[in-house]
């Protein structure tokens, strides 16, 4: 696996736009991927930088001063990793509470809560790892690698070689 990017910013959600920028553009320059992948991994991103951020708690000050989410990106040549970390107190995945399902009424009762399911749905496969010390958010996305091609020669329409001339000159040789 191949460390592509990492990158740290401060546990406050207006830097949650940044993480999703960074990762789309990696993933859009190295992955064969649908728009609508991009975006599914965009918006899973977003949930797991939202959780690493309400991990720090009620005592985080506004501007995420001190506290830090880090992510990180990985890949190989038949997936990318998004790491998502935060060093909050950490929390069991298994013990979150099931909502009902989305056709039942009893579903409105839930506000909250609905950021891991959404993960779960929106990649390849989702892991979590959590102790005391954080909780790390690993996303894949299975995809071929974009094949990256070297930029071809390019000579204007009209002009053959040599037609500008010595270097520091121009067309006519004055230069």
């Known amino acids: 696996m191949e460390m592509i990017l990492e990158l740290e910013i401060p ?4 830097y949650i736009a940044i993480a999703r920028l960074v ?3 990696i993933v ?19 949930e797991a930088c939202t959780n690493a951020i309400e991990a720090y708690g009620p005592n985080l000050a506004e501007d995420g001063a001190g506290e830090r989410v880090r992510i990180l990106v990985q890949d190989d040549d038949e997936k990318l990793e998004v790491d998502v970390a935060d060093s909050g107190p950490g929390f069991d995945p298994d013990d979150l509470p099931t909502h009902p399902p989305v056709t039942d009424p009893e579903r409105l009762n ?3 809560g609905l950021g891991i ?9 989702v892991q ?8 790390s ?16 020669e390019f000579e204007p329409e009209g002009f053959g070689p040599g037609d500008f001339g010595p270097e520091g000159t121009d067309v006519e040789g004055s230069g």
């Open 23 to 25: 990762v789309s553009s």
């Open 110 to 112: 839930f506000e909250r």
């Open 137 to 152: 958010v690993r996303m894949t996305v299975y995809g071929e690698p974009l094949e990256l091609h070297p930029p071809e």
């Open 11 to 14: 546990a406050s959600p207006e």
């Open 128 to 135: 979590f790892v959590s102790s005391p010390g954080g909780t």
């Open 28 to 46: 859009s320059s190295r992955r064969n991927l649908p728009d609508d992948r991009i975006d599914d991994l965009k918006l899973a991103v977003s």
């Open 117 to 125: 399911p959404l993960i779960r749905t929106l990649v390849d496969d």
